[in-house]
């Protein structure tokens, strides 16, 4: 089983910046693929960015330039840096990852509990 660990939401000022952390812990063999995902109340999750065991990177398109992702494969920690906030950026961030592990070889999806981030004035 693995377990992913959101830190860092907090309320924010305009124009201010943010760094989200997520821990992966557990019996983990290899971390695929990881990501940022956001969801607005009533609505679907979307993804914000993601990064794979390769470090290929890929961001919704709003967002380029702003957020940046990154992630510390020795430590199974995946970061997303937030400049520039808005309002609009105000939603429940989720960590999201693709694992397999020692106990089961196939590749799983595992999710946070969220970590809420509040862009107001």
């Known amino acids: 089983q693995v377990q992913l660990v959101e830190s860092g939401g907090d309320l924010v000022q305009p124009g201010g910046s943010l760094r989200l952390s997520c821990v992966a812990s557990g019996s983990i063999r290899t971390i695929y693929r990881m990501a940022w995902y956001r969801q607005y109340p009533g609505k679907q999750r979307e993804l914000v960015a993601s990064i794979t065991i390769d470090t290929i990177t890929r961001y919704a398109d709003s967002l380029k330039g702003r957020f940046t992702i990154s992630r510390d494969n020795a430590n199974n920690t995946l970061y997303l840096r937030m400049n520039s906030l808005k309002p609009e950026d105000t939603a429940d961030y989720y960590c999201?990852?693709?694992?397999?592990?020692?106990?089961?070889?196939?590749?799983?999806?595992?999710w946070g509990q969220g970590t809420q981030v509040t862009v107001s004035s």
């Open positions: 999201h990852a693709v694992c397999s592990t020692y106990v089961d070889p196939n590749q799983r999806v595992y």
